[in-house]
């Protein structure tokens, strides 16, 4: 069985997540030259996982500004895909699993408004 466009999460897989930070920043790397460049490739953020009970590395695309969330706020996943790779060893090969999303989004952040109460600021008569 092959899964060439990986495996799409449910909401039972990760369970609440909440954001840890950015972790690193993945820069190109030129196979001509055997360098790295200093173009942004993409970023890696640390999540941690309710479900999974351990931390778990999302990997965002470059196009998508740098996340300043605040620590252990919880956050969810816009179109998650985990995927795996074997990492030769030795003899054997390891699998790792790599999860990839188009966005981390802060949990009610679209329904917070800094409205003002209604009268407020209002001199009542």
Same mark, same amino acid.
């Given at each position: ?12 897989? *990760? =369970?609440?997540? *909440? ?51 605040? *620590?252990?706020?919880?956050? !969810? ?5 985990? !995927? ?5 060893? =030795?003899?054997?090969?390891? &699998? ?22 209604? =009268?407020?600021? &209002?001199?009542?008569?």
């Amino acid at each position: 069985m092959e899964f060439k466009t990986g495996i799409i999460p449910d909401e039972l897989t *990760f =369970g609440d997540l *909440f954001f840890m930070g950015l972790k690193r920043e993945r820069m190109f790397f030129d196979r001509d030259k055997n360098q790295r460049t200093d173009i942004l490739e993409a970023r890696v953020y640390n999540l941690s996982s309710a479900t999974q009970k351990e931390q778990i590395e999302v990997t965002l695309p470059e196009y998508i500004d740098l996340k300043e969330i605040e *620590f252990n706020k919880q956050v !969810k996943l816009r179109n998650p895909v985990i !995927k795996a790779r074997a990492q030769a060893n =030795g003899n054997f090969a390891n &699998v790792v699993w790599t999860v990839e999303a188009e966005d981390i989004l802060e949990m009610g952040a679209s329904s917070k408004q800094n409205k003002e109460p209604v =009268g407020a600021g &209002v001199d009542k008569k």
